[in-house]
């Protein structure tokens, strides 16, 4: 045990001096400190600009506005109703919309939410009752900005516009402010439910949706009108609309977002274990056909035996692979509990799942047995190969076979969905750890993690037998690059020497 952990302790140490471990320690602390702010500049909060050409006296216009600005407030309400009951802020004003949540937000509640102040008066209320370090509410950007139609473009005949339009969608001179959507609605309208509307890009659907809705609704005016219906009974009957009563989980409590939050520590697990097998697998790998085309093995198989060369370089690629998750965990716990934001927000109720004894266990050895039954083989190229060239021959198509089930795999599982993929993965010992961690987080038959892990265990120990008998059987075998037969042969000579 000795020997092994001297080798193990020069394995680590070799690794830890290259610069390459280092700068992949820090990718993840770097990403989560950048995330915010790129971000910030990924994403575009610019509200669409939209001008509105009413022949018809401004009402159209007027009604288009106000939709714009109701959906807006809508919006916020949500938003804001999510936030207060995310963090239990009802308290802050109990008869506020807000802090209601099973309700569509209609005309009525926004006119209250208007009347009450608004956001800064609700801003205002919950900073009563918010702790000092909680997160602040971050209102959501308005969708569309209603911007005044230019004079010559207004008093343009119609026929005119397709031409003219272009200039202001698409300026010449790259320094004008471009408009997103220009909207004409004739003189006839009423009579005639034709409109035009130019659009910048692809029109959006919510866009047409909400302008259709507000044209619709004037139109039935319009006709109710015609038909003898006085105009405040018009209007009253084309805003007619149900009171939607609404029941919504909790933020997190949504059976599909449930299930995703938990699934972030499993899927986390599986992600970390296949990227640090990869980066300390290849730098063991590296190592090891190193040291043969350096002609070091002999001298260091003059003091020790294969199985405790083997076992050594084994523990000492565990031991790396296993600081770097440590560093990386250590790195989203501080973010999760340090910070405040989004990736606050998704870390720590993602750590439910380590209340749970069983999982941890279960995350724990999948994690190690998994570790064990890949570095095995990474342990046997390097056996078998004089350089790296010959070593990358054997490596790309063994990961290959263990990354292209993986990748479907975590698709399925994001997707919410099992199958018969996720089934048979779950029970072949190579992919084995991969989908019961990525399965721990929807849920998995108690059975079904205690028969894979008992296969898995057989299935590690057989392979550490036979990639035994192999490693010592090809470290002083050089210049001989050998065939499956060969290979086969060595695993069976049982450490008797192969010629």
């Not at 714009?68 to 506020?96: I, M, T």
């Not at 659009?199 to 302008?211: C, L, P, Q």
Request: proline letters at 6%; hydrophobic letters at 50%.
């Amino acid at each position: 045990m000795k020997n092994i952990l001297i080798v193990a302790a020069r394995e680590f140490r070799q690794i830890a001096s290259m610069r390459s471990f280092w700068l992949t320690l820090l990718i993840l602390p770097v990403a989560l400190s950048l995330g915010p702010i790129a971000q910030r500049f990924l994403r575009d909060d610019r509200a669409d600009r939209v001008i509105v050409i009413d022949r018809t006296g401004g009402a159209e216009a007027r009604s288009i506005e106000q939709r714009f600005a109701a959906d807006r407030d809508r919006d916020l309400l949500q938003k804001l109703s999510r936030y207060v009951q995310r963090h239990k802020y009802e308290s802050a004003d109990p008869a506020a919309p807000w802090a209601r949540h099973d309700r569509w937000y209609d005309e009525a509640d926004i006119a209250r939410f208007r009347a009450s102040g608004g956001l800064d008066a609700a801003l205002a209320r919950i900073d009563r009752v918010k702790p000092a370090d909680a997160p602040t509410f971050k209102p959501p950007t308005a969708d569309y900005e209603i911007v005044p139609a230019p004079p010559a473009l207004a008093a343009m005949p119609d026929d005119r516009l397709d031409a003219a339009v272009k200039g202001y969608l698409k300026p010449a001179d790259g320094k004008t402010k471009p408009v997103d959507y220009i909207l004409l609605v004739p003189r006839d309208f009423g009579s005639s439910p034709l409109v035009k509307l130019w659009a910048r890009s692809e029109a959006n659907g919510t866009f047409i949706a909400a302008v259709q809705d507000v044209l619709t609704r004037d139109l039935r005016s319009r006709f109710l009108e015609s038909q003898g219906v006085s105009p405040a009974a018009a209007q009253t009957a084309s805003g007619i609309a149900p009171a939607l009563a609404i029941s919504t989980p909790p933020p997190g409590g949504g059976a599909r977002e449930a299930m995703l939050v938990r699934s972030i520590l499993p899927l986390a697990a599986t992600y970390l274990l296949m990227m640090s097998l990869i980066l300390s697998g290849s730098w063991m790998l590296q190592g090891t056909v190193e040291e043969r085309s350096n002609k070091l093995l002999e001298t260091v198989l003059a003091c020790i035996s294969p199985e405790e060369l083997m076992y050594g370089k084994l523990l000492g690629t565990i031991a790396v692979g296993l600081s770097m998750i440590l560093a990386w965990v250590a790195c989203g716990v501080a973010a999760g509990y340090a910070t405040h934001g989004v990736i606050a927000d998704l870390i720590r109720p993602a750590l439910d799942p380590l209340t749970s004894p069983g999982t941890i266990f279960a995350l724990i050895y999948f994690f190690l047995a998994g570790y064990v039954t890949i570095s095995v083989l990474f342990l046997a190229i390097g056996g078998m190969s004089d350089s790296m060239r010959e070593a990358q021959g054997y490596l790309m198509p063994v990961l290959l076979a263990i990354l292209m089930p993986i990748t479907l795999l975590l698709q399925a599982i994001l997707a919410g969905k099992g199958g018969i993929l996720v089934e048979v993965l779950t029970w072949v010992p190579l992919w084995t750890p991969f989908a019961v961690l990525a399965r721990l987080g929807i849920g998995i038959p108690t059975w079904e993690v205690v028969g894979s892990g008992l296969v898995l265990a057989v299935f590690a120990a057989i392979s550490l037998v036979l990639v035994g008998r192999l490693f010592r059987a090809s470290l002083l075998a050089q210049g001989q690059r050998p065939s499956l037969r060969e290979v086969a042969a060595r695993m069976r000579a049982g450490g008797r020497e192969v010629k």
